[in-house]
């Protein structure tokens, strides 16, 4: 506190005493000058006084001739302080009187030279001394010339006192103007602290009942919102200082909402039947979203509605299109819905991944909007809103719509529905206003969304976008501090939820980090001591692949003795095929995978190993755990779940985390080596440095990262939104029976 005070005032003096330093340092010297003009003046006049003053009596004692009287009065006259010397010349310039003081070197001094220009100072070895000369005349006729020489090494001494008395007065100026800024700048430093105080003490609710001082006004808004966010992320808020895990998130259910029932809608189904030669075959999709939101229902129980797209989901579904899952262990129902190829090609590849997906994405590939793709995710989001109302059980069930395919869905869930609690979860980024008007169904879009009782984000930033963009479209109320939006008759809270995984229980018979670390380079085919890196996403543009390989080419290049030494793993999974940007994408990734191997291969090394399939997450564990560096490079993405996935992996503490700025993710995992993807000098540069980081390095981070995913894990996540959303039942529940009581009072006859 005292050293900000200190920092504040030099602010002040510093440039205070510069400025008073240059008006000392320019005006002393033109002050001096001006003295020296001044007394030159005075001095000028006195002389004319004095030469008056003798002129009389000298024309006498010069008729008279009497050198004596002349020299008496000469001699006289310098009794005075300041009078120097007197001398007098005849007409052809000869000195004929002078006092003893008289300094031979003027001669016969003249008031004007030759140019006729009159200095009368002059410096003489004694000191400064002014002279004049009065031309005398008797009867019109020139007689000579009186010269009188006054001393001015007083006027010296006294500048020099002036000097003194400026610098003293200069300096105490700056002393008190200093001392007084630091006054004032203590004072309001104080009173700014005070301010802020005040209203951190006062203002942790958005909607407080006190008065903001005026000058906090403009940074009111911000510190609230701020506060806000901050005391949402901190132990001690609403769920977060106890510890979760499934077991926490079922009691929270029983406890809060109790009897209420849970629908799930996403496009992508948790399993998905397909016929096999062998038989029909259970596949997990690769998907974030289903990652998250399986352990989630797995501890919730529930109806998960969802798109059958399985080439075997007819066959398995019964005649309500419900099949019980996990299939090894049933905790769930799943209930299908059937979509026809042109409602599935308009409506998912269409809309949602040839507009949507780029719109919402910073990756460069521009959206497409047609007409008819709009038609079809209209119908489509109609289908399931009608499924959610036909698996509802009862008027208020809490649903949890999942993504962007469904931004119509809340809407028209709460049109046949109004008392559902409906939790709308964007899993993908939100763009800035200007972007997102790109969309030309954008207020169709944000009128649907705000159907929902809580919508929620993985960042703050995301968050805001959506906010900045329904102020831009809509007319609604928005309340920033706590974060909702009015619009129609309905509130919506928009909250930040970041996503996370289930951390992973131990697997009996798994094998160790050790052991992974072989059968993988066994596998692979690769010398014991390899170096390994690893990715795995789907094959999508936004993920930021190629940077990836480029970043893996740069290193070689950059660190040829890596060359042979190191070999990069992606594993993709096709996604989204029937496109052609991610057809094309492929192949540019397959290409680029070629001509870098081309480059670098010797005997049997390769640099790059793609593998372009799916894996079951029990077969990508252990490249989690062999792999040295595993590089998350994505060009955007919401939060990305790979990351947490190579963490929760990691119980020998090693490891080394490259992770995308541009990710929810980077918000969370400070401790990875945070990397700009589109700079591959600068992911080649971390990828190196994550290949040769001393192991205590790699355990330092890599605890501190388990420990934050391990703590902030998906049940967190959803614990969270499901707080939140029995809190506004709760409050829902309040208010109508309020509303039913004062309308029973109406009701009731006068006595
Ligand atoms: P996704 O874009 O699918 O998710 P991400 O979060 O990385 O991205 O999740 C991918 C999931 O699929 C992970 O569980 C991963 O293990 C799995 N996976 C990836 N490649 C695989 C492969 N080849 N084989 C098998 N499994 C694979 C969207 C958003 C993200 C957000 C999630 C959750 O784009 O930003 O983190 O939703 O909200």
């Known amino acids: 506190m005292r050293l900000r005070s200190v920092q504040l005032a030099m602010r002040f003096i510093v440039p205070l005493a510069v400025v008073l330093a240059l008006f000392g340092y320019f005006a002393i010297p033109w002050m001096e000058s001006f003295t020296v003009r001044w007394f030159v003046r005075d001095l000028d006049t006195r002389s004319q006084f004095v030469s008056s003053t003798l002129q ?5 004692y010069l008729e008279e001739k009497s050198p004596r009287r002349i020299n008496e009065m000469f001699n006289r006259a310098i009794q005075d302080e300041r009078l120097y010397a007197l001398g007098f010349c005849d007409t052809d310039g000869k ?18 030279d030759s140019e006729g220009k009159t200095n009368p100072v002059v410096r003489l070895p004694q000191g400064p001394v002014h002279v004049s000369s009065k031309e005398l005349v008797q009867d019109g006729v020139g007689v000579g010339r009186l010269v009188l020489v006054h001393d001015m090494s007083f006027i010296e001494r006294r500048s020099e006192d002036t000097k003194k008395y400026i610098t003293g007065l200069f300096a105490a100026l700056a002393c008190i103007i200093s001392l007084i800024t630091v006054l004032v700048a203590q004072l309001s430093w104080r009173g700014w602290v005070n301010g802020v105080r005040d209203m951190l003490r006062g203002e942790l609710l958005p909607q407080s009942t006190h008065a903001t001082p005026p000058e906090m006004a403009p940074l009111a808004s911000d510190l609230r919102a701020l506060l806000y966010e901050y005391n949402r992320d901190q132990p001690g808020a609403a769920g977060n200082n106890q510890a979760w895990d499934a077991d926490t998130l079922k009691s929270l259910l029983r406890r809060e909402l109790a009897g209420d029932e849970i629908l799930v809608v996403s496009n992508r189904e948790p399993y998905i039947h397909v016929a096999t030669p062998e038989g029909v075959q259970v596949q997990r999709p690769a998907s974030g979203l289903v990652t998250a939101v399986e352990a989630v229902m797995r501890a919730c129980s529930g109806t998960w509605i969802a798109h059958g797209a399985g080439s075997a989901d007819r066959a398995t579904v019964d005649r309500n299109d419900h099949v019980p899952v996990p299939p090894e262990n049933p905790s769930y129902t799943l209930r299908r819905v059937w979509l026809s190829k042109e409602e599935e090609q308009g409506y998912y590849y269409g809309f949602a991944n040839e507009g949507l997906w780029p719109l919402c994405h910073i990756a460069h590939v521009r959206p ?3 007409s008819s793709d709009w038609e079809e995710y209209v119908k489509v989001n109609q289908r399931f809103a009608d499924a959610v109302i036909r698996e509802a059980r009862s008027d208020n069930p809490v649903v949890l719509i999942q993504d962007y395919h469904f931004a119509l ?56 976008n959506f906010l900045d963009t329904v102020d831009r479209y809509l007319e609604t109320r928005i309340e920033t501090e706590a974060s909702t939006v009015s619009y129609g008759n309905q509130l919506t809270q ?12 131990p697997v009996p018979g798994e094998p160790d980090a050790a052991a992974s670390h072989a059968q993988v380079r066994h596998a692979l085919g690769l010398p014991a001591d390899h170096l390994l890196g690893i990715g795995v996403d789907r094959l999508d543009y936004t993920k930021g692949i190629v ?55 010797r005997d049997s090394y390769v640099p790059i190993i793609l593998k372009a399939e799916h ?25 990305n779940l790979v990351a947490k996935e190579f963490i929760a992996a990691r119980d020998d503490e090693q490891g080394v985390l490259v992770l995308s700025q541009f990710t929810g993710a980077a918000r969370e995992l400070h401790e990875a080596l945070i990397v700009n993807p589109y700079h591959i000098e600068q992911g080649a540069e971390a990828l190196y440095r994550a290949l040769t980081m001393p192991a205590d390095e790699q355990g330092e981070r890599m605890r501190s990262m388990r420990r934050r995913v391990r703590d902030f894990n998906v049940y967190r996540w959803a614990g969270r939104m499901l707080m939140d959303a029995a809190r506004l ?12 009581l004062s309308q029973e009072k109406f009701k009731r006859p006068a006595p």
Not at 95 to 112: A, H, V
Not at 426 to 447: A, K, M, T
Not at 568 to 591: C, H, K, M
Not at 621 to 636: D, E, N
Request: charged letters at 20%; proline letters at 8%; aromatic letters at 12%.
């Open 547 to 601: 940077e990836r390989f480029q970043a893996v080419e740069r290193m070689l290049e950059l660190h040829p003795h890596m060359v042979g030494r190191f070999t990069f793993v992606q594993i993709a999974a096709p996604t989204r095929s029937s496109l052609d940007e991610y057809q094309n994408f492929e192949a540019r990734v397959r290409g680029l995978a070629q001509r870098i191997n081309q480059r670098f291969s």
């Open 56 to 60: 009389q009596p000298l024309l006498t």
């Open 494 to 505: 928009v909250e930040h939820y970041p996503i996370s995984i289930a951390w992973p229980e």
């Open 729 to 740: 039942r709760q409050r829902e529940r309040v208010m109508s029976r309020i509303g039913s």
């Open 409 to 464: 869905l809340p809407r028209m869930v709460r049109a046949v529905l109004p008392k559902a609690t409906i939790i709308t979860f964007w899993h993908i980024p939100w763009p800035n206003p200007e972007s997102f008007g790109i969309c030309p169904w954008r207020e169709e879009i944000l009128d649907g969304m705000l159907g929902s009782t809580i919508l929620g984000f993985h960042t703050p930033f995301h968050r805001k």
């Open 615 to 639: 894996h079951g997450q029990d077969q990508l564990r252990p490249y989690f755990r062999a792999a040295q560096v595993c590089s998350v490079t994505s060009l955007h993405d919401g939060m």
């Open 95 to 112: 000195l004929l009187y002078k006092t003893n003081t008289y300094p031979l070197s003027l001669g016969c001094w003249q008031n004007q």
């Open 368 to 370: 497409v909007f047609r």
